[in-house]
């Protein structure tokens, strides 16, 4: 057995960082003795189709895979065949998983059954969300909220099993495709950053239990549409100005999002004359971030109340959504 001639050397072996997402993932388990390795079983298939799409996005200028096709999805949006790609390789892992009893997915209308009527778990997912950004090699993201379902286990799923506040979410997080692919994720026990290295097609743990700055420097906003924002949003973004922080705005909300976790800073997205409830998905996006910043001591709120508290009515429903930073969050709620 190797000797290492100092304590120091042996703390440099054991260290934390460098631990795959495997062992991490059983290691966690370990840590609750009724566990049954089902949820650990979900979040593996969760990774295991995030290596999947992040090769493919990462050669679809060479594989012609980044336009559009011509169909539209449930959000009236051209759907990009990447859209469909992610779409159809998360569902066939989370299918083959056989440890969720439906899906709910950002590019179908209906719920997926997968027949695992005695799985205990649903998953809601957004599979490739900034898609449009893919063609100019800009970040994107894959979102994911994990609940045990309300419906009684070896029945079929129900819809209630989709439409519980956030706040009853076991599971939530992100795939970050950027210049690395990292998978971010939560199960209430604080937040932390797996970075996958393709050529060992493994993640390793690189950003431990994650807090976010309780300040920013950055805000985030597409103010095209500001002259249609309520008042106090106006009010907000003037006072940013006056301090003068800056603006950074990708038009990817999972790279947006993941920015101002690591750096601090404000993602907003409010009701717009074009879209009047906000733009982003109550079930798909904004539950699942709205858990990884308060787990990472941020917050998240659709303007008055905790996104987390917020009663679902309708799966696709859409809320305006203010994330990040603690003080940011609290200073905007002064407005
Ligand atoms: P806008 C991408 O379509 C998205 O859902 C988020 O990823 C992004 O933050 C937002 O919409 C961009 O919207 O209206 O600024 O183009």
Redesign the pocket.
Known sequence: MYEPKSKANLKSLTHPLGTTIDRFILQRQNEFPHATGELSQLLRDIVLASKIISREINRAGLSGIEGLTDEENVQGEKQRMLDVIADVRFIRALVNGQQVCAILSEEREGIIETGRNEAKYVIAIDPL??S?NIDVNVSVGTIFSIYKRVSEVGGPFSDKDFLQPGINQVAAGYILYGSSTMLVYTTGYGVNGFTYEPSLGEYFLSHQNIIQPEWGDYYSI?EKQKDSFPKNIRAFLKSCKKKDMNTRYV????G?FHRNLLKGGIYL?PSTQKYESG??RLVYECNALALIAEQANGMAINGSERILEIQPEWHHQRVPFYAGSKQLIMNLQAF
Not at 251 to 254: A, D, K, P, T
Request: glycine share 16%.
């Open positions: 969300d900034g449009s597409n038009g990817s909300l999972v947006d997205y733009k982003l």
